[in-house]
């Protein structure tokens, strides 16, 4: 090896597509072409500019044209003509937001939620009288869980479902206006049945005492009739218009004492009997509620692999035209410059790229999970927990990061990102609720935050004494390094005045490691000190405490995810042999790790862990990295695999490049004639020289 | 005065709603007023969900509607009916997003680029001949600058306009496809006339010599004739559904050798007389282009006030319902929490309520020397580049933060802020353009930045031999300080442990100065000194150079409009005479300067400008003037003045206050009854301690 310690050299770099396309593609690759080829299909793309009547009507076409694709069974059971296959389903599921996301999220609400709920929450009884319509599309259906005023809080939802024993039917009612259903995908048009959350009430275990609230239960419910009608007692609304995914009849249901049969009660996990007697295979009922809503975890490992395509989706546009678009002359060559030669350009999309690579190898592990959970291989408490715990992680940086990326790559392409034929407004407009929806960011990183802190005080209920005393003394000894500025010093001393051998510091996987997981060990560690401290306290005061440290804790919990991500990635290295592929990507890999470390610098220089020295550094080098990779850009994006079909923006066309070649020979033909107009500054230049 | 050195008092705290509306109303506040109340009629709002050819026809009716409210002469000369008042006209103009900023950009595009170039680069003679058709709408036109090619780089356009004496005509012609005009507003349907952009080309000053291209000026051209149809040898094309604006026909126009008068060559900086020969008041053609390209730095000033007013309506949605919905349980009382007592909604959206007031104090003097420049006040060619810089910081950082704000409050609101109904994905939707048109953010940062060098460079061109050594020494002993980590040691010394003395020193306005303004300075100092080693190479190398710290740079620049926003705050501050408002208003403004210095922390670590003990504060001090911000936050927003016809969002109806007061009296009657059901967990641990 030539290869100096200063200075990698870049010659050898070399993305093998078709490798890096199979890697990408992942375990479910077979799956994944399938579907692609369905979402080719012009039948299926979104028409920009159409009123949401329009959209709608066209969308539940496409749901039928799913349905004869045999593009939806996958999840189903066998015997109802499904496959069982749980993981190959989301991953499918997931290709459909290149066609039109309102069509991804239909067929979710359909399928992955409604459908599922029946599923997973019905006994075999169930499945057999609900599935089949519910899969061939001929009874549409909602999934009535969101109320208008509780939407993350579930378990305090308003709605009732109240046991009759003597007609053995519940009652469900709309108690008040807040406990409306709302925001519920088929509710407004097309859902015939539902599935509706509500309070379980039984009645008192004996004569004359208080019924009982067994908490939110799931009940099979019908919403019209034959002819489309609200059924007597459900009264149905028109959420409108909407900031995207307008091919979606999002509505609302309100129930004023509707009565089903006790037989409705989808009652996998807790049962009523004729003479209202509750059983439940769960005796808590936190952790039987908690395990009802487990199932439909799905729902945000879909979300996260579908924003990731969009992401690749808006990558594709904004480099393809990066690489193609001229724009200003700045090193005084005849030809103006592409945009992504400006350093600027690299910086916006380079990390965006590298995010979005390390973000897509954590979800094919979440994917993988999910399908060991589902498929019952490994069904234990502990992974359903992990798979929760992990899509609350990933979830929200993988939908926040594809509106950042959609956003960025609009902007990258100026007034034509803005034009719907780009589709990156278009794209984002309807992602935006996948931001919110199946669990808000916000809310599950701090659910990711408070698993993080109950492990920790899980790892200390545990421990002996010594392992605790170590502990101790490791931390009791970064603490007088961090007060003292000690660790910094020294890194200080080594590193003064030499930016290589700090830039080799940084590449080196083990120090990424380090940091970023020594930021979230950290970062839990010190809010659990904070919290300890109000442990004995009133519930009130404890409540208190823990607010005014929710923003570091979320941030914990931002950590976490960072570092998932880049172990994704890193193990994800391991399978690359081809060694100019793996070349270029382990420096995609370490400008994903270096932005992540980069943004949070702050905390790495106060807690001691980088020198400002080396910190200097990190900048500058990120610049050189993203360099680097810039030749490979275009290889990496065609890599995603998305044929014209997919893509489908004027942008990523070749149209620009078109142009520019056009412009360039137009003025070479000029320049070459005799009529070929002087500029008057050279003229100005030449009488000030002449005179 | 009791108030200790460690905590200040909050007792006195409260916003004089009235007095904040007049300061915040500003100068032109009666002008603001008079635009409100038509802002304020129906006729004017944007309906959501319409296809682009009805929004297209309300938005031009809209405009005929403006003219007979008489709300769009105020530019233009008295003798026309005008009133010669640039920045009230500005002030109207921009509160006029609020009814839908179609309508705003679209009469944007008529009286203020279209108009205007006739205005300020047209005679007299273009004046009297066109001026009133523009300002009655009886022409309505198009301003013809950007290309497909050339956006940005206007002085690159590729259309030009060739001189003919033999028929004292000027040819327009699209050389080549990425000549094409585009992204034009009033363009695709409505425009009969337009300014054109163009490369004036006249004959050479002597027979037999090449003909000479004088640069981009703009022509008088008439489009369509009086059927709509286009005139021979004009094409136009319609750009089609964009991410937003749907109000506004964007379009396009091709010229094959079409001819215009000599006449209708806009001559104030540059005129051709009858046989051909080029005369200009200003010699250096560059300088030529950069006053006429000048006139239309008002695009650029409108929009940053109207992105601030859209940041506006996002915070009053988003506060009021913050304030209303409750959400969770934390402190197990039996109400749940409202949303705005969560340290995070706090954090979420309360430093942005802080630079959104910042900025439009900023905004405020932006458009008092813009009055200046353009009333002849203060036309000085000096001034003219200050208001061009100023407008350069300005617009990107107030037209980013308004995306940014409207994304937050539409995820601080959950699904109802993704409602059409709520606004704010239609409000970002049609904003989302504003950060590249009428220059692109970036390019305007690069300006700036090239400004902050040039100065920089100036500064020490006339300076004599002992100020430049008085500076180097100061700049050694800067960097000798910085190098060993000094004047870090001296802060960790003074602040260990002390957190509170900490934040004291973080609330002093001198101190917030010197931070802001120590690393605008040592940014442009570190840029210049790398810049200055390709000094004296090849254009191409120092382009090369200049390109290796772009991102530096415009980061210099990035950090150059945090202190003209703080400079504004707290300069705004002194005209409070109320002490509970202004008590409020300078928390608000320290949350402005410590967001700012949070978001840049590691540049003032790894400069040694703050040292890793009192950094440690800073996030803690924030969370706690969040907190102290947050009883007023209502009152703020309040005092932006808007009224129900202007915010127009359910979320701010008081709907939800109502919804939530129903379920808890709702709750309450149950608990009250004897019919209240128990929860099935109360009863377990009841049957616990029992058995």
């Known amino acids: 090896m030539t290869e100096s310690l200063t200075e990698e050299t870049t010659t050898d770099a070399a993305v093998d597509k078709e490798l890096l396309e199979k890697l990408l593609l992942g375990r479910w690759a077979e799956t994944r072409r399938v579907s692609r080829a369905v979402a080719a299909d012009p039948q299926f793309h979104k028409v920009e500019g159409i009123t949401k009547e329009d959209h709608r009507e066209r969308v539940l076409k496409q749901l039928h044209g799913l349905v004869e694709a045999g593009a939806v069974q996958r999840a189903f059971p066998e015997e109802f003509g499904g496959q069982d296959a749980h993981g ?8 459909l937001v290149t066609a039109d996301p309102s069509l991804q999220i239909k067929s979710g609400v359909q399928w992955g939620l409604f459908g599922a709920a029946v599923l997973h929450l ?10 089949p319509g519910i899969m061939d599309l001929s009874v549409p259906g909602a999934f009535a869980m969101t109320e208008i005023g509780h ?12 046991y009759d024993p003597t007609t053995e039917e519940f009652v469900l009612n709309t108690p008040f206006p807040a406990a409306t259903k709302r925001y519920l995908g088929n509710a407004a048009v097309d859902a015939k049945d539902a599935v509706v959350f509500a309070q379980l009430i039984t009645p008192g275990e004996e004569e004359g005492q208080a019924p009982i609230n067994r908490g939110v239960h799931a009940f099979y419910c019908h919403i019209r009739d034959e002819q489309g009608n609200p059924l007597p007692g459900v009264t149905i609304g028109d959420d409108g218009q909407k900031g995207g995914l307008n091919g979606v009849d999002n509505g609302q249901f309100t129930f004023d004492s509707i009565r089903i049969p006790r037989t409705y009660l989808l009652n996998r996990y807790g049962d009523v009997a004729a003479d ?11 952790r039987r509620f908690f395990t009802m809503i487990g199932t439909l975890v799905q729902g945000r490992v879909s979300l996260t692999g579908a924003a990731l395509a969009a992401s690749k989706l808006g990558l594709i546009g904004a480099i393809t035209y990066g690489n193609q678009r001229r724009q200003f002359n700045a090193s005084s060559t005849t030809e103006e410059e592409v945009l992504m030669d400006y350093q600027l350009h690299q910086r916006r999309l380079i990390p965006r790229l590298a995010t979005t690579l390390a973000a897509s190898f954590a979800h094919e592990k979440l994917l993988t999970k999910l399908d060991d959970v589902f498929s019952g291989a490994d069904d234990s408490d502990q992974n359903r927990q992990e798979l929760e715990t992990l899509a609350a992680a990933i979830k929200p940086i993988a939908t926040w990061h594809a509106l950042d990326t959609l956003q960025e790559a609009r902007e990258a392409c100026g007034g034509a990102g803005f034009m719907a034929e780009n ?4 794209l984002r407009a309807d992602l935006d609720i996948y931001v919110t929806f199946e669990g808000d960011n916000n809310v599950l990183l701090q ?3 408070k698993r993080l802190l109950s492990d920790y005080a899980a790892e200390f209920k545990n421990a002996d004494a010594g392992a605790l005393s170590r502990y101790v003394a490791t931390q009791a000894q970064s603490t007088v390094l961090h007060r003292f500025g000690l660790r910094r010093a020294f890194q200080s001393v080594q590193d003064t005045g030499d930016e290589r051998r700090s830039a080799n510091w940084f590449k080196q996987p083990d120090v990424q490691r380090d940091l970023l997981t020594d930021r979230v060990r950290q970062m839990v560690i010190d809010a659990a000190g904070e919290l300890r401290s109000a442990a004995k306290k009133p519930a009130a005061e404890q409540a208190a405490t823990f607010n005014e440290h929710q923003y570091e804790i979320i941030g914990a919990a931002k950590a976490h995810a960072d570092l998932l991500l880049w172990e994704a990635f890193t193990e994800a290295l391991e399978e690359i042999e081809d060694p100019g592929t793996k070349k270029v990507m382990t420096w995609l890999r370490d400008i994903y790790a270096l932005s992540r470390i980069e943004e949070t610098l702050d905390w790495y220089l106060i807690n001691g862990r980088v020198s400002a020295q080396r910190a200097k550094t990190l900048s500058p080098y990120i610049n050189r990295l993203v360099a680097r990779v810039r030749p490979h850009a275009q290889d990496i994006v065609d890599a995603f695999g998305y044929t014209d079909e997919h893509i489908r923006m004027e942008v990523a066309s070749g149209a620009e490049r078109e142009r520019q070649e056009e412009a360039i020979e137009h003025y070479r ?4 004639s005799s009529s070929a107009p002087v500029d008057e500054k050279v003229l100005l230049k030449q ?3 002449g005179s």
Chains 1, 2 share one sequence.
């Open 88 to 95: 190959a389903n989301i991953a499918a599921f997931e290709e």
């Open 122 to 131: 019905g006994s075999e009884e169930h499945h057999a009288r609900f599935l």
């Open 151 to 162: 939407g993350s809080d579930v378990a305090s939802l308003g709605t009732t479902a109240t």
């Open 276 to 286: 209202g007697t509750y059983t439940s295979s769960i005796e808590s009922p936190g």
């Open 423 to 426: 589709r990156f407004t278009s």
């Open 447 to 449: 659910l990711v935050a």
């Open 669 to 672: 033909r000029l320049r070459a």
């Open 687 to 689: 009488k000030r020289s």
